[in-house]
């Protein structure tokens, strides 16, 4: 039997119907009345009906409908023998004609998710599918086995729910994520390359082999200006100068917020070290240019350079309760994905834990593992030679931009967004880039011409597709 719609939600939907009848003349206002309702009906049954997928809930914001949704997907595709779990997911539904984008973030769905657009569904006007990353938030298997977070077993997920939705949809899919979602994305594309019609990676990252990541060091060498870079190396020195003190504050600083350093860097000292060598990181990916100027002098206090470096860089990232959430992808990149290997060449004498700087240092030490380069070599080999139909758009001052993918020729696409950090967007490329990288996606997506929704549109918030070190 058809469960019935919770009296809050129907009362929602029977409003919304009003208003847009409204507009009708009287005489055709019964018709489209039943249409209306016969296709609200319709969409969920459908929903309904497929396999596996659970309706959570359902909102209606305006000219949508959004439903939080699970997901029933194996522990590992390879043996579905082995259990299932709960993978979370959204749709924001437009239309069944119009495209679709699937966002994979790459990281977690907020706990209480509601309705946002990326940029790729706002400039096709798309329905948008948002997917949790297996391991992330409640999307965890429990028992958890670790070694089923594998880029191709994430991969899969997303082919499932894809084969799940597309009978829905009849327009074509575009994939799209920033910086790990945008990897994510990437290695999607990779395994089943027949899902979706495009692909749009933001700032996404290409570690091939860790020991070779000299893009980074050079990346470093050259990004802004001379000036910039040496204020922000001597604070990097001159907090390391002062470790005793800073690290008494550090831990006052702890004592206050309930941070723990025992399950992951181990000691209070070693987290601010973590902290100060990716302060001229953090910098760059969050910053730009102009705010060279606000980079501390060596004259500053010691509360002065704290309280710069926490905003930055943020001291409770690096404790136990900063790295929780972030645990399955510090797990991914020690695995598969790979990391920043810089040399940090202007803190030598100052620094006292070699190889610090690694995913490993950020995780339990029963999940540390040894690097595959194997799977990174592969998805970079097949990028470059046999892809179609990607796009790359990376920010100039972004570190992680440093090392990028190289697309193929076939209908592939790179753009960097001049002095542009970790937020580079197709809307802030210059104006024949941003022309011509909407008008590829449009033409991947078959998108309707745009005439209308403006007032829709903006009653749903813009989506960045990034999370936020500062808050969880």
Request: net charge negative.
């Amino acid at each position: 039997m058809r469960s019935r719609l919770p009296a809050a939600l129907a009362a929602s939907m029977a409003v919304a119907a009003a208003i847009t009848l409204h507009a009708l003349p009287a005489a055709a206002r019964p018709a489209a009345q039943a249409a209306s309702i016969a296709a609200q009906d319709d969409l969920l049954d459908r929903l309904k009906a497929i396999p596996g997928l659970t309706v959570v809930s359902e909102s209606q914001p305006a000219g949508y409908r959004f439903f939080v949704l699970s997901f029933t997907q194996p522990i590992d595709h390879r043996n579905p023998r082995r259990g299932t779990f709960q993978q979370r997911l959204t749709l924001l539904h437009r239309s069944a004609e119009a495209p679709v984008v699937l966002f994979t973030g790459g990281y977690g769905l907020p706990a209480n998710p509601t309705a946002s657009r990326t940029e790729p569904t706002q400039l096709i006007d798309g329905n948008q599918v948002s997917v949790e990353h297996r391991f992330f938030r409640s999307s965890r298997p429990a028992p958890a086995d670790w070694d089923d977070l594998t880029i191709w077993q994430e991969a899969t997920d997303e082919h499932r729910i894809v084969e799940a939705l597309k009978p829905i949809y009849s327009g074509k899919w575009i994939q799209t994520g920033a910086s790990k979602g945008g990897m994510t994305s990437v290695y999607h594309r990779r395994f089943y390359p027949g899902d979706v019609d495009g692909v749009v990676g933001y700032v996404t990252p290409n570690d091939r082999v860790n020991p070779q990541d000299h893009e980074y060091d050079d990346f470093f060498a050259g990004v802004g200006d001379e000036s910039c870079r040496t204020a922000l190396e001597n604070v990097q020195r001159e907090a390391l100068k002062r470790r005793g003190r800073m690290v008494a504050l550090l831990e006052a600083d702890a004592e206050r917020n309930g941070y723990t350093f025992t399950r992951t860097l181990g000691t209070a000292d070693r987290s601010f070290e973590m902290t100060v060598l990716d302060t001229a990181w953090a910098f760059w990916q969050y910053s730009s240019a102009a705010d060279c100027a606000a980079v501390p002098p060596a004259t500053a206090t010691d509360a002065e350079l704290y309280a710069w470096i926490d905003n930055v860089a943020s001291f409770g990232f690096y404790t136990d309760q900063g790295l929780d959430y972030y645990t399955p992808y510090y797990y991914q990149a020690a695995t598969q994905l790979g990391w920043p290997d810089l040399r940090f060449e202007h803190l030598r004498g100052l620094a006292r834990y070699p190889g610090l700087y690694q995913a490993n240092s950020m995780i339990p030490a029963e999940l540390r593992s040894r690097h595959d380069a194997r799977p990174m070599l592969d998805v970079d080999q097949w990028v470059r030679t046999r892809s179609e139909r990607m796009m790359f758009v990376y920010g100039e001052n972004d570190p992680w931009s440093a090392e990028r993918f190289t697309p193929s020729r076939r209908d592939s696409h790179l753009y960097v967004v001049p002095g542009a950090n970790h937020g580079a967007s197709i809307a802030r490329l210059p104006e024949a880039d941003r022309t011509a990288a909407t008008a590829t996606l449009r033409r991947w997506a078959e998108a309707a011409p745009q005439e209308r929704r403006v007032p829709e549109a903006t009653a749903i918030p813009a989506d960045d597709m990034l999370p936020d070190r500062h808050t969880r």
